[in-house]
C-alpha cells in the first residue's frame, strides 16, 4: 500500500533552515496586514482555521490518520469558552484555558474509542462520534439550540489587552497562531513525530520495533484534538459567538478540503490552503450553494491530480519540503 | 404492549432502508475497497429520478421502481470509469475523499435548482390507505417498503452468496490476478458490481420519495448514521449488514418510543458500546 | 462623535462626487439584504426578498426626491459565522446603512449584535425568535411579520375557542420549538383548554411514525406541531398517511408558510389551520402588489409574508427618511423616527412600532382550502379569523426588553 505522500525529504539541517526562513517570511507578512487595508476579520478568522488544519495535518499527514470529525474540537473548545466568558464571566485567558482543556479530554476519550480500528473505519468512527456530539450539543440547554451562544464579551486579556480593539485582538490571535504553529513544528521533527511517522509508512513495522503504537496514535489524536480546541476558542473572541455550525459535519471536510488543498503532510501547507478556501467563501458567498459545488470540484480535482497540494507541489519542484 | 408492537414495526421500516444502504456500502467495499461517501448523494438521486419520471415523462411509481435504479447505476458506473478507477492502489483514504467531493457536488447542484424543501411524491394508487392491525393503523405503503427491500436483500445476498458471478466476484477480490487468469475482464466487474451498489442505494431512494420527501439533502445527514450502522456491523458479511440494518431500525423506534430525546443519538453511542467491547464489529473481520 | 465626523465626511464626499447637492444634505443610502439565497428559507426570503426590496425602492418616490439608493445582497447560508462576517463586512466596508430579511433565529440573533454595535439599521422579517424585542432587544431593530409569541397566540386561542380543548404537541427539540411549545401551552390553559401530552422529536427527522402513533393513542383533539420547515410538512405528510386526520383529530400548524402549502400540496394539507399576517389574496391592493411581484419572479410565485415584510419595512424606513430630510447613518436615529411613524402600507395595514421594536399588525388565522375551492396554482388559503394587533402580539407590560424601563 502507497503511503499518503511519498516525498517527504529527510529532515537536515538545510531543510530545517529553508523552512525557518518561510516561517519568518508567513510571520512578517502577517504581522503587517493590519497596516495593509487588508480586512483583519478576514485574516483573523483564516487564522484559526489555520490553526486547525495544522492541527489536523498533525494526524493525517504525519499520523496517516484521517479524522472526518475534526469539527467537534472546534465546536466543543467554542461552545465551553463562550460558556465561560458569558456565563461564568471569566477573564479571557482562563475562557480560551478552560476551551482548550475540554477539547483535550474530549481528544482522549474520542481518540481511545476511534484508534480502535485502522484506516477508513477510523474516519467514519470520527464522524459519527462528531455527529453524536452535534446532537447532543443541539439538545443540551447551555449551548443554545439553533440559536447559539451570542454576544459574548471579548474582555482584557492578562487584565491589559482590550480584545474589542480589533488590532489588539488582532495581535493577539495571530500570536495564539504563530505559537501553535511552532508547537506542532517542534512536534514534528521530534523523535515523536519520527515514530508518527513510522507509523504512516508500516504500522506492523513500528510494532515489530517494539513502539506501541496506539499509544502514540493516542498521544497525537489528544495534541491534535487540544490545538483544534485552541484555534476554536480563539475563534470565539472573533466571531463573537458560538453555534451549531462548528460542530456540523459539513465543517469537518472544511478543514479535510484546506488541508488537502495545501498539502497533505506538508508544514505550509494547511495554512495555505485555509487562507484560499476561506477567501473563496468571502469572494464567492454570493453564488450560494455554489460554493459546495466549487468545493466539491476542488475535492476531485485535488485527489485525481494534485495529490501533493499547492504547497506540496512547489515543495517537489523545488526539490524542498517545505 | 400494543403501542409497543407498533413501535417495532415502525422500526423495521427504517431499518429497511439502513439495511439497503449499508448492504449496497458493503458490496462497493467488498470489491473496491472504497467507501462510498457518494452514497447518500446517490440515494437522493434515486428519488429525484423518480420524481423527474413522474413529472416529466409521465412515468408512475411501479416503472420507476426498475428504472430509476438503472439510470442512476449507469451514473455510478461513469464515475467509477471516469474517476475512482484511477485510485487503484492509492491509500483508501483518497476513495474516501474523492467521493466525499462528489457527494458535495451533486448535492450542490440539487440544491441550487431545486432548493432544500421537499418536492412532494404521491404513493401510488394501489398502495394507498391503511389495514388495521388491532393493536396499529399500519399504512399499505409502509408494509410494502418492509416487505420489498427485505426480499431485495435476501436477493441480493443469494446472487453474491449462492450464484457462479458472486463467486468470480469474491473471487476477484480477494486475487484479482487469479481471476484475470480465468479470463474474466476484472475492471468491468468491478465497474457492474459499482453499478449494483449504487442501484440499491438509488432503489431505497425511489422507496423512501412517498414515506420523505424528494430532497436534496435528504441522504446527507442518513449516510452519516449508516456509516455507524456499518461501524458496527463489519463490512465483512453481507448478511450481517443486512440483520445489523434492520436491527438497528428497531433498536432506533424503540427508543423513540422510550426516550425519544436520544432517537438520534442511539445509533452512534451503540456504536461506541460495540467498539468498546469488541472493536472488529459484530459480524467483522479485522479491518 | 467619531462614528458622526466619519459619517460626515463620507457623505460629503459621496454627494460632491455623484450629484454635487449642499453637503450638509447626505441623501445616498444603501441597502443590505441578507437571507438564505439557496437553503431552507431561500424560498420563503431569500431572491425574492431582494426583489422586495427593490420594489420597495421603486415605490418610496424617494429616488424621485434626490435620493440615491443602492441595494446589495449576500447569502448567509444559515450560519451565524457567515451571517455576522457578511454583516460586519457591510457595515465596517461597503457602508451599508440597513440589513433587512434575514430569516433564520441564530443568524438573526448574531447579526443584531453586529448593527447594534455598529449602530445601524435591522429590520428583520424572516426570523422568528420574539427574543429580538425581548431579552436582547436594541434601540436599532425594528421586527417585522411575525414571532413565536404570535404564531402561537393566535392560533392556541383560536382553536381552543373554537372546541379544540385538548392538545398533544409534536414539538422540534430545539429552542425554537420549545419556545413555540410553552407559548401555545400558556395560551392553550389560560383559555380552559388542557395540555394532554407531547413528545419531543429530533430536529431534521424524516420518520414521524413513532411520534405520530403517541399522538394518535393520546386522543387529544387537538395535536399541535411546534416545529418548522421540513419537519412540519414531513409531519402533516405522515399523518394523512396513518389517517389521523380522518381519525377525527385536527392539526394546527403552529408556522407554516405559502411556500409550505406548496410543497405538501392541497391534498393532504386541506384543513389545516394556522396563522400569518400577510397572503397575497388578502384584497385588491395586496392582490395588486402580488401580481407585480409575481411577474418579476424566477417561478411566478407570489410573495410570502417574509418578503411582505420586508417590502412593507423598507416602505415605512424610507418615510423615515423622507421626514429627516437626509443624513441616514445615524442608526438609532432613524429608528427612533420610525418609531414615531405610525405604520400604513398596502400589504399590513394600520399599525405601529413599539418602543421594544415590535411592529404590530393584524393577524390572520387561514384554514388551507380543499383542492376542489383551489382556483389557481397558488390558491390556497381561506380567511377565518382575524385578531387585531394588540392581542396579538407580546403585551408591552410583558416584555422583557431593557429598552421599556428607561
Redesign the interface.
Given at each position: 500500500?502507497?503511503?499518503?505522500t511519498d516525498d517527504t525529504l529527510p529532515v537536515t539541517p538545510r531543510a530545517m533552515r529553508d523552512e525557518m526562513i518561510v516561517f519568518a517570511v508567513m510571520a512578517v507578512l502577517l504581522a503587517a496586514v493590519p497596516f495593509s487595508g487588508i480586512?483583519p476579520?478576514?485574516v483573523m478568522?483564516a487564522l484559526c482555521f489555520a490553526l486547525l488544519a495544522c492541527a489536523f495535518n498533525l494526524l493525517?499527514g504525519y499520523g496517516?490518520l484521517?479524522s472526518?470529525g475534526h469539527a467537534m474540537f472546534l465546536g466543543t473548545a467554542g461552545y465551553v469558552s463562550a460558556h465561560a466568558l458569558k456565563v461564568w464571566a471569566l477573564p479571557p485567558e482562563l475562557g480560551i484555558l478552560v476551551g482548550t482543556a475540554a477539547a483535550a479530554l474530549l481528544g482522549l476519550v474520542a481518540g481511545y474509542?476511534?484508534i480502535?480500528?485502522?484506516?477508513?473505519?477510523f474516519?467514519?468512527?470520527t464522524?459519527?462520534?462528531s455527529?453524536?456530539l452535534y446532537?447532543?450539543y443541539?439538545?443540551a440547554p447551555f449551548t443554545?439550540?439553533?440559536?447559539?451562544i451570542?454576544?459574548i464579551p471579548q474582555g482584557h486579556l492578562l487584565g491589559i489587552f482590550d480584545l474589542s480593539k480589533p488590532t489588539v485582538l488582532y495581535y493577539v490571535v495571530l500570536v495564539g497562531f504563530l505559537a501553535g504553529f511552532l508547537l506542532i513544528y517542534r512536534t514534528i521533527n521530534s523523535p515523536f513525530g519520527e515514530v508518527l511517522k513510522s507509523i504512516r509508512e508500516n504500522e506492523q513495522r513500528a510494532i515489530s520495533l517494539g513502539y506501541k503504537t496506539d499509544q502514540y496514535k493516542l498521544l497525537a489524536f489528544i495534541l491534535s484534538g487540544t490545538l483544534a480546541g485552541f484555534a476554536g476558542s480563539l475563534k470565539v473572541f472573533v466571531?463573537?459567538?458560538a453555534?451549531?455550525?462548528?460542530v456540523h459535519?459539513s465543517m469537518s471536510?472544511e478543514i479535510?478540503l484546506m488541508t488537502?488543498v495545501g498539502g497533505l503532510g506538508t508544514i505550509f501547507g494547511p495554512v495555505v490552503g485555509a487562507f484560499v478556501i476561506i477567501a473563496m467563501?468571502?469572494y464567492l458567498?454570493?453564488?450560494?450553494?455554489?460554493?459546495?459545488?466549487i468545493?466539491?470540484?476542488?475535492?476531485?480535482a485535488?485527489?485525481?491530480l494534485f495529490?501533493r497540494g499547492l504547497v506540496g507541489e512547489i515543495a517537489h519542484w523545488l526539490r524542498r519540503s517545505l | 404492549m400494543q403501542a409497543l408492537y407498533a413501535q417495532l414495526l415502525v422500526g423495521l421500516i427504517n431499518g429497511s432502508f439502513y439495511a439497503l444502504l449499508s448492504l449496497g456500502l458493503a458490496v462497493i467495499f467488498g470489491m473496491l475497497n472504497i467507501i462510498n461517501f457518494a452514497h447518500g448523494a446517490l440515494y437522493m438521486m434515486g428519488a429525484f429520478a423518480a420524481y423527474f419520471l413522474l413529472n416529466l415523462g409521465g412515468i408512475g411509481y411501479w416503472p420507476a421502481l426498475i428504472i430509476a435504479p438503472i439510470v442512476v447505476g449507469i451514473f455510478g458506473m461513469i464515475l467509477e470509469r471516469t474517476m475512482l478507477q484511477w485510485l487503484a492502489g492509492l491509500d483508501h483514504l483518497y476513495g474516501l475523499l474523492l467521493t466525499f467531493g462528489i457527494a458535495l457536488i451533486v448535492q450542490g447542484v440539487f440544491q441550487n435548482y431545486f432548493g432544500s424543501s421537499g418536492l412532494p411524491y404521491a404513493i401510488p394508487d394501489q398502495l394507498k390507505g391503511g389495514m388495521n392491525l388491532g393493536f396499529m393503523f399500519l399504512p399499505i405503503y409502509r408494509g410494502w417498503v418492509v416487505v420489498f427491500s427485505l426480499v431485495v436483500c435476501l436477493a441480493t445476498w443469494f446472487l453474491i452468496e449462492k450464484t457462479q458471478l458472486g463467486a468470480y466476484l469474491r473471487a476477484a477480490t480477494e486475487n484479482p490476478t487469479l481471476v484475470r487468469a480465468f479470463g474474466i475482464n476484472v475492471p468491468r466487474m468491478i465497474t457492474l458490481t459499482y453499478g449494483l451498489g449504487v442501484g440499491l442505494a438509488a432503489l431505497a431512494g425511489v422507496l423512501s420519495a412517498p414515506i420523505n420527501q424528494v430532497r436534496p439533502l435528504m441522504g446527507a445527514d442518513l449516510i452519516i448514521v449508516v456509516f455507524a450502522v456499518v461501524v458496527i456491523g463489519g463490512m465483512g458479511s453481507i448478511m450481517g449488514s443486512i440483520i445489523t440494518g434492520f436491527a438497528l431500525g428497531v433498536i432506533e423506534g424503540l427508543t423513540k418510543y422510550f426516550y425519544p430525546e436520544a432517537s438520534n443519538t442511539v445509533v452512534f453511542v451503540l456504536m461506541v458500546l460495540v467498539l468498546l467491547v469488541k472493536p472488529t464489529g459484530l459480524t467483522g473481520r479485522a479491518a | 462623535m467619531k462614528k458622526t465626523i466619519s459619517a460626515l465626511l463620507l457623505g460629503t464626499a459621496l454627494t460632491v462626487a455623484s450629484t454635487g447637492l449642499a453637503a450638509a444634505q447626505d441623501k445616498s443610502v444603501k441597502i443590505g439584504a441578507l437571507s438564505d439565497q439557496s437553503g431552507l428559507y431561500a424560498d420563503l426570503g431569500g431572491p425574492g426578498s431582494t426583489l422586495a426590496a427593490q420594489m420597495a425602492v421603486e415605490d418610496s418616490g424617494l429616488q424621485a426626491k434626490g435620493w440615491k439608493i443602492e441595494i446589495i445582497s449576500g447569502d448567509h447560508q444559515n450560519k451565524p459565522d457567515i451571517g455576522t462576517t457578511i454583516a460586519r463586512q457591510w457595515l465596517d466596508v461597503d457602508k451599508v446603512d440597513v440589513i433587512v430579511d434575514v430569516p433564520n433565529s441564530g443568524v438573526a440573533l448574531a447579526v443584531n449584535n453586529v448593527i447594534k454595535e455598529k449602530n445601524a439599521v435591522y429590520i428583520n422579517s424572516g426570523a422568528a425568535t420574539s427574543d429580538l424585542t425581548n431579552a436582547q432587544c436594541s434601540p436599532n431593530t425594528v421586527h417585522w411579520t411575525y414571532d413565536t409569541y404570535m404564531l402561537a397566540h393566535t392560533t392556541g386561542q383560536a382553536l381552543v375557542k373554537a372546541g379544540g380543548d385538548t392538545w398533544f404537541f409534536l414539538t422540534a427539540d430545539y429552542a425554537f420549538g420549545a419556545a413555540l411549545e410553552r407559548d401555545t401551552t400558556a395560551v392553550v390553559t389560560a383559555n380552559g383548554g388542557k395540555v394532554v401530552g407531547g413528545v419531543k422529536h429530533p430536529l431534521n427527522t424524516s420518520d414521524f411514525s413513532s411520534f405520530l402513533l403517541q399522538a394518535q393513542s393520546s386522543k387529544a383533539k387537538i395535536i399541535g406541531l411546534a416545529n418548522a420547515g421540513g419537519d412540519t410538512t414531513n409531519s402533516i405528510k405522515q399523518a394523512a398517511e396513518f389517517g389521523i386526520v380522518k381519525g377525527g383529530q385536527k392539526l394546527a400548524a403552529l408556522l407554516l408558510f405559502l411556500t409550505d402549502v406548496k410543497a405538501i400540496g392541497l391534498e393532504t394539507a386541506q384543513g389545516l389551520n394556522f396563522t400569518e399576517t400577510f397572503y397575497w389574496d388578502m384584497n385588491d391592493k395586496t392582490r395588486a402588489f402580488s401580481k407585480k411581484f409575481a411577474a418579476r419572479m424566477k417561478n411566478n410565485a407570489p410573495p410570502t409574508m417574509v418578503q411582505a415584510g420586508v417590502y412593507a419595512g423598507l416602505l415605512h424606513y424610507f418615510k423615515a427618511l423622507d421626514a429627516l430630510g437626509g443624513n441616514p447613518h445615524d442608526g438609532v436615529k432613524v429608528v427612533e423616527k420610525m418609531k414615531s411613524i405610525p405604520t400604513e402600507d398596502d400589504l399590513f395595514g394600520k399599525g405601529e412600532i413599539q418602543p421594544n421594536g415590535r411592529t404590530i399588525h393584524s393577524a390572520y388565522l387561514f384554514e388551507v382550502k380543499k383542492p376542489s375551492e383551489s382556483k389557481g396554482p397558488w390558491d390556497f388559503y381561506k380567511l377565518i379569523g382575524t385578531v387585531p394587533g394588540d392581542q396579538a402580539f407580546t403585551p408591552l407590560s410583558e416584555s422583557k426588553c431593557a429598552l421599556l424601563k428607561k
Open positions: 500500500m502507497s503511503a499518503l480586512y476579520f478576514f478568522q493525517i496517516g484521517l472526518f474509542i476511534s480502535k480500528r485502522q484506516g477508513i473505519y474516519s467514519m468512527i464522524l459519527a462520534l455527529q453524536l446532537f447532543i443541539l439538545q443554545h439550540g439553533e440559536d447559539g451570542q454576544g466571531a463573537q459567538n453555534s451549531l455550525t462548528d459535519w471536510g479535510v488537502l467563501q468571502q458567498a454570493g453564488f450560494g450553494q455554489w460554493v459546495t459545488v468545493q466539491g470540484v476542488i475535492f476531485v485535488c485527489v485525481l495529490r | - | -
